[in-house]
């Protein structure tokens, strides 16, 4: 079964003009159209369940699973069909029907990774060296403080993408209440600001300090420099770290915005919620964002009482290493890469070892 964008091919896209994409899509377009949803036949679900037991038999480590350890063949088309718009054309899946519910926490963790294998590789998502994440309330009470990530909290969350291509999440329990999950294409949104105050768009094609929220490169400064708006090889890639941008302040010796850069920041907000598709997490949805295309951001959450129904969402951050070209500016978020690098390696910091922890941590 496979996916199929309706949205106007693709054209090259170059600054000073609107740009034609199919990942410029309107919240209208995802209601009216929901070939971006998509649902595990009974079959498939078989497939899934005796990869991940014969996986469990095998007794690997997470970070030990290949794609010769296991057999999926109609399953894994489709996931492939769904990587094809993914990559090249939306920007955005909903996956759902993963047996969560009947797996154990173990089974669960190999059933994603195993989809997750089939959109990218895994990569580090923070200084402990993450490949496995997990969104959950920690008790970071604030984003304020440059140590807390906003995953960590049940916060609502500032409009962002990952630093990496794709960004898969898997519901293990909701939230009591709260919790929506929000995206908007940053590509509709470019044209929307290119319409309505071209300066402003123009703006965001400048190079823009960014703080690193002390997870440090070896030999990299605290900050680094990357535009919003980035042309390369006939691709507009958006980078929006609104919350990064406004922090890099703290740090005096970097230059202090100016009147049109804040509302340019400003309106770049303005228009992420009013472009904005919400949609709920169910227990079993895997959601999958190609972060150069859009942004998501989420609702602020309420808990149930017992920490075994707390919400959890399992994290990939992943790479494509056939992905979007890049400006080569996307560089400077990392330490020291050759030029043969795909600039989406997450989060690097000296002495990071990898890991796949099964609970929040």
Same mark, same amino acid.
């Given at each position: 079964?496979?996916?199929?964008?309706?949205?106007?091919?693709?054209?090259?896209?170059?600054?000073?003009?609107s740009v034609v994409d199919p990942a410029a899509w309107s919240a209208s377009d995802l209601e009216a159209d929901k070939?971006?949803?998509?649902?595990?036949?009974?079959?498939?679900?078989?497939?899934?369940?005796?990869?991940?037991?014969k996986i469990e038999e095998k007794d690997v480590s997470l970070l030990e699973i290949r794609a010769e350890l296991y057999e999926m063949p109609d399953l894994s088309q489709r996931l492939m069909n769904i990587r094809q718009d993914l990559i090249e054309?939306?920007?955005?899946?909903?996956?759902r029907g993963v047996p969560v519910a009947d797996f154990t926490r173990l089974q669960s963790a190999i059933a994603f990774w195993i989809i997750g294998q089939h959109f990218g590789d895994p990569v580090s998502q923070n200084a402990k060296g993450h490949l496995l994440g997990h969104v959950a309330d920690l008790g970071g009470t604030t984003l304020k403080n440059p140590t807390n990530r906003g995953y960590q909290t049940r916060e609502t969350l500032p409009y962002h993408c990952d630093s990496c291509d794709v960004v898969g999440l898997l519901c293990l329990h909701p939230a009591k209440s709260g919790g929506e999950s929000l995206v908007t294409s940053s590509i509709?949104? @470019?044209n929307q600001m290119f319409e309505r105050a071209p300066d402003l768009a123009e703006? #965001?094609?400048? *190079?823009?300090? &960014?703080?690193?929220?002390?997870?440090?490169?070896?030999?990299?400064?605290?900050?680094?420099?990357l535009p919003v708006f980035n042309f390369a090889e006939g691709h507009l890639s958006?980078?929006?770290?609104?919350?990064?941008?406004?922090?890099?302040q703290r740090f005096e010796k970097l230059p202090r915005h100016s009147p049109k850069l804040v509302r340019?920041?400003?309106?770049?907000?303005?228009?992420?919620?009013?472009?904005?598709?919400?949609?709920?997490?169910?227990?079993?949805?895997?959601?999958?964002?190609?972060?150069?295309?859009?942004?998501?951001?989420?609702?602020?959450?309420?808990? @149930?009482?017992?920490?075994?129904?707390?919400?959890?969402?399992?994290?990939?951050? #992943?790479?494509? *290493?056939?992905? &979007?070209?890049?400006?080569?500016?996307?560089f400077n978020r990392y330490g020291n890469l050759t030029p043969n690098d795909r600039p989406s390696g997450g989060v690097l910091v000296p002495g990071?070892?990898?890991?796949?922890?099964?609970?929040p941590e």
């Open positions: 079964m496979q996916s199929k964008s309706k949205s106007k091919a693709k054209q090259p896209a170059f600054p000073g003009a070939d971006w949803v998509h649902q595990l036949l009974d079959s498939e679900i078989a497939e899934l369940d005796a990869a991940v037991r054309g939306r920007g955005l899946a909903l996956l509709h949104l @470019y703006e #965001l094609t400048k *190079p823009i300090f &960014r703080d690193r929220r002390n997870e440090i490169p070896e030999g990299r400064d605290p900050w680094f420099i958006v980078s929006w770290q609104g919350g990064y941008i406004r922090s890099a340019a920041i400003e309106m770049f907000t303005e228009l992420a919620n009013e472009l904005a598709y919400g949609m709920d997490f169910r227990q079993g949805d895997i959601q999958f964002l190609h972060n150069h295309v859009t942004i998501h951001s989420r609702t602020e959450f309420q808990d @149930y009482a017992e920490p075994e129904r707390r919400r959890n969402l399992l994290r990939f951050w #992943l790479s494509t *290493p056939d992905g &979007r070209p890049l400006s080569p500016a996307y990071i070892k990898f890991s796949a922890p099964l609970y």
